[in-house]
């Protein structure tokens, strides 16, 4: 696979994805009417909009980083690249588009919220990011979950997701699997940790989630590793001893979380880790990452509902970890995503 006709193979594959994900950003954009921001305002961010061969050169330049990694042995290449829901998801997902347009038009975003789950989880978690349907509280917003995330990002998701297993091949370099214990916190469907098992299959793993819908969808993608745990639990209250991993790993969860509870996140993470422990965060780039990008920085918590967004964005990263005594290693720009790798001190 790693040979020039792997090398073809991988860029037709991946062509064929972002184009199958752009088509249906582009019928989405369709139902939905023109982006447009609070009070039904054009969005007009202070940076210039990126130009569409700006977009394609950092979409070329994550795919070339990521079939270096391939080629040089740090992860596998993917083995699903066009079987992500597919034809039968496409309707459902462009169905419930019309009710996610209908609801940001309309400035909604708290159906999920109710007294009785209120007694559950905590009101923060309690809206419609995105404007998606049914929050992260039903089945159905579980199964739409990935397709509508690859169609934002036209087909990149999982590439950028990917750049992750580079600081974890070299965490795990040397180690025994069987003897490593690693948590994915909200972990989501479980996609990302899939990817962890096909790499590390020895691996000793933990889903944490606090939606037991998209537990249940993780415990589908994980079923037939062994060595897999699920647990129901928030980053900032995990329900695991002083020093229970060796690796921790957190999948575009922190700009969904305020301020105040990002920061008891980061002391969670700083508790449950071993002296010497990883920290591997993968989230949206933040202000100043890359220039080009700007704009879709400004305008993406205006566009969908992302209250926490613009606080994240302006995030000191190192300052925020170092709080909790973990220091930063390495930083990889991959397209819309920042992979950044935390230290716990020995």
């Not at 992260?136 to 990002?153: H, M």
């Not at 690796?247 to 105040?260: D, M, Q, R």
């Not at 002296?275 to 591997?280: A, E, L, M, Q, S």
């Amino acid at each position: 696979m790693q040979g020039p006709m792997g090398r073809v193979r991988y860029a037709l594959s991946h062509t064929a994805r972002v184009a199958w994900f752009a088509g249906h950003y582009l019928a989405a954009r369709g139902v939905a009417g023109p982006l447009r921001g609070e009070g039904e305002t054009p969005v007009k961010p202070s940076a210039p909009w990126p130009k569409t061969a700006d977009i394609l050169r950092e979409i070329r330049a994550l795919f070339d980083r990521d079939w270096e990694n391939i080629k040089a042995g740090l992860y596998a290449p993917p083995d699903d690249v066009l079987s992500i829901g597919g034809a039968r998801t496409s309707p459902r997902f462009l169905r419930d588009a019309k009710a996610v347009a209908a609801r940001r038009r309309s400035r909604g975003h708290d159906e999920v919220l109710s007294e009785e789950r209120m007694q559950n989880y905590p009101r923060y978690y309690l809206q419609n990011f995105h404007f998606q349907t049914g929050g992260w509280l039903t089945q159905e917003s579980a199964r739409l979950y990935d397709f509508q995330v690859e169609t934002l990002f036209t087909g990149t998701a999982d590439t950028m997701r990917r750049q992750a297993l580079a600081p974890l091949a070299r965490a795990l370099k040397g180690r025994d699997q069987r003897k490593v214990r690693l948590i994915d916190i909200a972990c989501g469907t479980g996609r990302f940790l899939k990817e962890i098992k096909r790499n590390w299959p020895l691996l000793d793993v933990t889903a944490l989630d606090l939606s037991p819908d998209y537990l249940e969808a993780a415990g589908r993608n994980l079923a037939g590793w062994r060595a897999v745990t699920l647990k129901k639990g928030a980053a900032e209250e995990m329900p695991f001893e002083d020093g229970a991993f060796d690796i921790a790993t957190s999948v575009y969860l922190f700009h969904e979380l305020p301020p105040k509870v990002r920061r008891v996140a980061v002391r969670e993470i700083a508790r449950v880790l071993k002296p010497g422990g990883t920290f591997i965060l993968v989230d949206s780039i933040q202000s100043g990452d890359n220039p080009r990008l700007e704009a879709l920085i400004e305008a993406f918590p205006v566009i969908f509902h992302e209250p926490y967004y613009g606080s994240y964005a302006g995030e000191d990263l190192d300052a925020l970890f170092a709080e909790a005594g973990l220091r930063r290693t390495e930083t990889q720009i991959a397209y819309l995503t920042k992979v950044a790798t935390f230290m716990k001190a020995e």
